[in-house]
């Protein structure tokens, strides 16, 4: 089995650094940018731990009655809020 991975030959720029690219992994659809193979490495780590924002609240599952005191959005509270355990039940069984 041949193991080397089919690349194909382009001739472009990276979007992010202007670095000349002459072959690609993948063929360009034309209609993205397209990064160097640094570029693309360093884009991935920046974007791996994506931190979610969490808001401290003081409220009671509607469900379960279980104490919330964090919410990954503010609550409006014109709807329900869910505990997580509950927010995943509903999720799963909608
Ligand atoms: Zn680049
Ligand atoms: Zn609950």
Same mark, same amino acid.
């Given at each position: 089995?041949?193991?080397?991975?089919? &690349?194909?030959?382009?001739?472009?720029?990276? #979007?992010?650094? $202007?670095?000349?690219?002459?072959?690609?992994?993948?063929?360009?659809? $034309?209609?993205?940018?397209?990064?160097?193979?640094? /570029?693309? @490495? #360093?884009?991935?780590?920046?974007? #791996?731990?994506?931190? @979610?924002?969490?808001?401290?609240?003081?409220?009671? /599952? %509607?469900? /379960?009655?279980?104490?919330?005191?964090?919410?990954?959005?503010?609550?409006? $509270?014109?709807?329900?809020?869910?505990? &997580?355990?509950?927010? @995943? #039940? @509903?999720?799963?069984? %909608?």
């Amino acid at each position: 089995m041949d193991s080397d991975k089919q &690349m194909y030959d382009v001739d472009l720029d990276c #979007a992010e650094c $202007g670095k000349h690219i002459s072959q690609l992994p993948f063929q360009p659809s $034309g209609d993205r940018p397209v990064f160097c193979s640094d /570029c693309l @490495r #360093a884009k991935r780590q920046t974007r #791996a731990p994506r931190e @979610r924002r969490m808001y401290d609240v003081d409220l009671n /599952c %509607a469900e /379960c009655g279980k104490h919330i005191t964090q919410l990954p959005f503010q609550p409006t $509270g014109d709807r329900p809020i869910y505990c &997580m355990d509950c927010n @995943r #039940a @509903r999720r799963g069984d %909608a």
